[in-house]
Nanobody, 112 residues
C-alpha cells in the first residue's frame, strides 16, 4: 500500500489550497478514506472522511470551508481547503480508515 499526499504550501489567511493523495497497492474504491492533520505539539486529528460510496463527514472547525472528494478511476482523494486560517497550519495526511499504514504528509502553513 502507498499513499502520497501533495499540494501543501504556504498560503495567506483567507486563501485556498487543494490537497491530493494518490493511492496504490490496494482496491482504493472499496475503502473509506480520511484526511488527518497534526499541528506542532498536538495530536493527530481526523479532519474529513469519505466513504466508498461518497458520503462525507467533517469536524466542526472545517465545516463549510473544506471539501473532501474522491476519484475512484484515478485512485485519488482530494481535500479542497478554502478560507484558510492560521489554526489550519499542520501536516496533512491521507489515510485508509481503520488501517495501520501512514504515508508521508504534506505541510500546510497559513500565515501572513
Amino acid at each position: 500500500m502507498q499513499l502520497q499526499a501533495s499540494g501543501g504550501g504556504l498560503v495567506q489567511p483567507g486563501g485556498s489550497l487543494r490537497l491530493s493523495c494518490a493511492a496504490s497497492g490496494f482496491s482504493f474504491g472499496n475503502y473509506a478514506m480520511g484526511w488527518y492533520r497534526q499541528a506542532p505539539g498536538k495530536q493527530r486529528e481526523l479532519v474529513a472522511a469519505i466513504t466508498s460510496g461518497g458520503k462525507t463527514n467533517y469536524i466542526d472547525s472545517v465545516k463549510g470551508r473544506f471539501t473532501i472528494s474522491r476519484d475512484n478511476a484515478k485512485n485519488t482523494v482530494y481535500l479542497q481547503m478554502n478560507s484558510l486560517k492560521p489554526e489550519d497550519t499542520a501536516v496533512y495526511y491521507c489515510h485508509v480508515l481503520g488501517d495501520s499504514y501512514w504515508g508521508k504528509g504534506t505541510l500546510v502553513t497559513v500565515s501572513s
